[in-house]
């Protein structure tokens, strides 16, 4: 068996996640659309979710995690396509900062995913072929709209913290603004109120990428049995450079030759970092769908929280009887802490009970989903304080 019959394999995995995933599933029939920004009444679809814990009598322990970019639903459990732990597996569990001995967690597949809710990969109902393009485009707002009627499926009133980084952390700030009234605390990290014009500028270079590629046959390559594997590593490499900070490649890789002393004067990947984006690509494409990836990412560009309020980011937080924590990372160029401060100063000006913790480390973007002791403390403190006042053991 070769290298690309195993990738293929593990694409079947996932190509089969889309529909019927290896996750607990809502769903939704034609009586219960769901709403789109994109004015489109998506009907039927599902939402798959894996939850931690046990829900207490008065149900409420319930802690949502909300996922990232290309994340899923598989904070804290074995991935089953990739084999691989949990992507949160060093903040979610048993005595750890969102604690499963004490909290129930709900984590779900966004609107528009591949794994197991409904979107471009997964089979139209009318057609019986993967939606492709022919699936709307979605929102941050979509994707907590879903995660509202699940959360209303597994009878949960009120959630006690909404956590995540990121996109997730996007998701968060969503849902204390449209339902304060069902968010006790919010914990958005490395994130921002806005996507930066910078941000959408190299999701579209992600994108471009993916639809130049011969085997994405406009969206179709499911039906045609192919896949745009070059295109979606492209963008994986792009966008991982992103998430990465330059004294962190520098310590990492510096400019060490991969396997050779001395350059080969041709394109072969002559540098350790060369040969670790090259896997990073390789590997992403064996887990995520192209098309799933041109989504989430529009999505992503489409936030813009102060624009469903005037133009006034503290108007989205008036009022608000949500408290939260803020944090960020102090080598996050992608969402800098210039952001958070943004969004700290508007949560005060709206009334809001804000906590800030800036994080110094060189680890880029991607600390939060690394081992950052900091955040581990911040996240424990903070989490234990509110359950203190909520009456939460």
């Known amino acids: 068996m070769t290298e690309h019959d195993v990738i ?10 889309a529909d019927e995933p290896t996750s607990p599933v809502a769903r939704f029939g034609v009586d219960e659309p769901l709403r789109l920004d994109a004015g489109v ?31 899923d639903q598989h904070v804290a459990s074995l991935n089953p396509v990739t084999g691989k732990p949990g992507w949160w597996q060093s903040l979610v569990g048993p005595g750890l900062p969102i604690d499963t001995n004490r909290f129930f967690v709900v984590c779900a597949n966004v609107i528009g995913g591949c794994m197991g809710t409904t979107g471009p990969a997964s089979s139209d109902p009318a057609t019986g072929r993967a939606y492709a393009l022919d699936f709307p485009l979605v ?29 997730g952390g996007m998701q968060v700030l969503q849902w204390a603004a449209t339902y304060p009234e069902r ?27 993916v639809m130049a590629d011969p085997d994405w046959r406009r969206g179709r390559y499911l039906d045609e049995g192919v896949r745009p594997r070059k295109g979606l590593a492209v963008a994986r490499m792009g966008a991982h450079i992103t998430y990465l900070s330059e004294p962190a490649l ?13 350059p ?11 040969s670790y984006l090259r896997y990073q690509g390789m590997t992403f494409v064996e887990r995520f769908d192209a098309n799933s990836y041109l989504y989430v990412t529009r999505a992503m560009d489409y936030f ?5 309020h005037g133009g006034v980011l503290a108007r989205a937080f008036k009022g608000t009887p ?8 102090t080598s996050d160029w992608l969402f800098p802490t210039v952001e958070s401060r943004a969004l700290v100063h508007a949560l005060n000006a709206g009334g809001g009970q804000v906590g800030f913790v800036e994080i110094e480390s060189d680890k880029g973007h991607d600390a939060f989903l690394l081992e950052e002791p900091t955040l581990f403390a911040a996240a424990r403190g903070f989490i234990d304080a509110a359950a203190a006042v909520r009456g939460l053991r």
């Open 41 to 71: 009444d998506l009907a039927p679809w599902q939402i798959a979710y894996q939850t931690y814990g046990e829900l207490n009598a008065d149900r409420s322990n319930a802690v949502l995690v909300c996922h990232a970019l290309t994340g």
């Open 250 to 262: 520098h310590r990492k890789f510096g400019r060490t030759f991969q396997d050779r002393h001395a």
């Open 139 to 167: 929102t941050i707002r979509d994707m907590v709209r879903a995660q509202a009627m699940l959360i209303d499926r597994l009878g949960i009133q009120s959630l006690f913290c909404v956590i995540g980084g990121s996109m």
């Open 322 to 329: 949500t408290r939260f924590c803020v944090m960020s990372f």
């Open 304 to 308: 813009d929280l102060a624009e469903e």
């Open 183 to 209: 968010v006790f605390a919010a914990m958005p990290i490395a994130t921002a109120a806005r996507h930066s014009a910078q941000n959408i500028a190299f999701h579209e270079v992600g994108r471009q990428a």
């Open 264 to 274: 080969t004067f041709s394109f072969d990947a002559d540098f350790q970092i060369e």
């Open 8 to 17: 293929d394999l593990k694409v079947a995995g996932r190509r089969s996640e």
